[in-house]
């Protein structure tokens, strides 16, 4: 079975969008665990264009209380500001179940790529993940179907990847879903978790898991678009059924 980690951004971005606390995040979060979802993902940008600290504090009080997965993830780059803590220290003072990191730039629209990290980047890496990975937060990386990036991630100390899935959203076709499956096997036989995620849906999602069986798929937009015509306890259990 697929574990289901439902990415809240989009909540926290419709609420933004007032200024107010409607949709409330921590109610319909609350709402989605009880559907019988494994997890929450959020991805804090220094912009607070949706995620803000305090709702990453809150929403790991509530996952834990909940016994469910709290996954955060974002550029480990990104600097502190007057408003943002800077992603590093959110993540060390959180300290949650995953931290997935990713190489978006902060004026990006979404996460659309990989890492590509260099044998030269290798030791600076490496203690990123040293300085956020404890016995509670395990370290994974937003990568594409390259079995080189894999190594490297491998390499510096990462326990899991999560495989963009972006490329086969588009193209789901077999000679592009069998890159995912030699990534995933490749992964798997090093000794690597493998997660997935970026545009899976009702439509692509069960074919992905036939052939790639992840550990965990991180699935956010979709789902809340989906869940503005059926309801989000309904569509929530959709994407379960699909997982299992």
Known sequence: MTNLSVNVNKIAWLRNARGENRPN???????????GIQGITVHPRPDLRHITPD????????????SVEFNIEGNPYSEPTKIYPGFINLVKEIEPDQCTLVPDSPDQLTSDHGWELKVTEHNAI??????????????????DPNLSQINSINEVGAERIELYTGPYASN??????????????????????????????????????????ADEVSIGHALISDALIKGLDIVAKQYLDLCK
């Open 25 to 35: 995040l921590l109610v319909l979060s609350e709402l989605l665990i009880d559907s």
């Open 55 to 66: 709702d990453v504090y809150e929403l790991s009080l509530l996952c834990t209380k909940k």
């Open 126 to 143: 490496r203690n990123i993940v040293e300085e956020i990975q404890t016995a509670k937060t395990r370290v994974s990386f937003f990568v």
């Open 172 to 213: 789901p076709s077999p000679k592009v879903l069998s890159q995912y499956e030699k990534a995933y096997h490749h992964a798997k036989d090093i000794g690597l978790g493998v997660n997935a995620g970026h545009d899976l849906d009702l439509n692509n999602l069960e074919l992905f898991l036939s052939k790639v069986p």
